[in-house]
C-alpha cells in the first residue's frame, strides 16, 4: 500500500474483523425425524398428528482438520428443533397440544487456511479457539451457521423396528417429521486490514418532530400497489406468449 496515495486522499485505520475463508448454502430435506415428546410419550388414543410450529432451538457446532488436506475442515453439525403438535383421536375431535424435540445432523468440509499463532484477550484471558495438539493446528477457524426456522413438510406416527422386532415395545408408536431447511454455514478467521477512512461525520438527517399529526405522516405513505397487484405466472415466466399458444 502506498501511504503518500493513502494520505492524499484519506487516512487509514486498521480494523480487526473476521474473515471469511469458505462458505456455503445447503437446502436440506431431512426426513423421518424422530420426535421426543416432552411429557412422555405418545397418548394410546390418538391417531392423526399435525405440526403447529417447528422451531430452531440450538445448533451444536464442532470443527476438526481434515486429514491429509491442510486448510480444510470438517463441520459437524446437529441441529436440535423444538415442535408444537397438534394430536387428534379422530377427524372431528378436540385436538390436545403435544410438544416434543426433534435432532439431525449433517456435515461439510471447507476450506479456513491455517495459522500457528494463539490468541488471547483481555475479556476473558483465555484463547479464542482450542488447541489441537494430535495435528499440530493451535488456531482452528471459527465456524458460524445462519439458518431459517423450519419448514414442516410431513407429520406422522409410526413404530421403529430393529431388525423384525419393535424396537419400543412398551411404547411402539412415536412421531416423525420431514422438516425442510435451509441454512449458510461460513468458516472465519480474525484479521486485522488496514481500512481507508474519511472524516467523522454527522447525520443529515432530521429526528422525527413529535408535532406532526398522524394523518401527516400517513400522507407521506407510498400507496402499495404491488399489494393490489398478485403477481402472475407469467411475470416470471419469458415463455408466456408460447403458454398462451398452447392453451388456445
Known sequence: MNDNNLNSKCDGVPVRVNRVFDSCSDKDCMTNLKVTITDGTLPSGINIVRSRAATVDNVYVSVEPVPFNKGFYSIDLTFTFNLEILGYENSRSTPITLNGTAYATKNCILYGSESSVRTFTSDDNIAEAPVDIESGNTNLPTAYVSVLEPIVLETKIGTVYCGNEIQDPENPRSIFVTLGLFSVVELTRPVTIMV???????????????????????????????????????????DCDCIDDKMS
Do not use: Q
Open 196 to 238: 481507508p477512512t474519511l472524516d467523522y461525520t454527522i447525520p443529515k438527517k432530521e429526528c422525527c418532530v413529535d408535532s406532526e399529526s398522524p394523518c401527516e405522516v400517513f400522507d407521506r405513505l407510498k400507496f402499495p400497489e404491488e399489494e393490489f397487484s398478485p403477481l402472475s405466472i407469467c411475470n416470471n415466466n419469458t
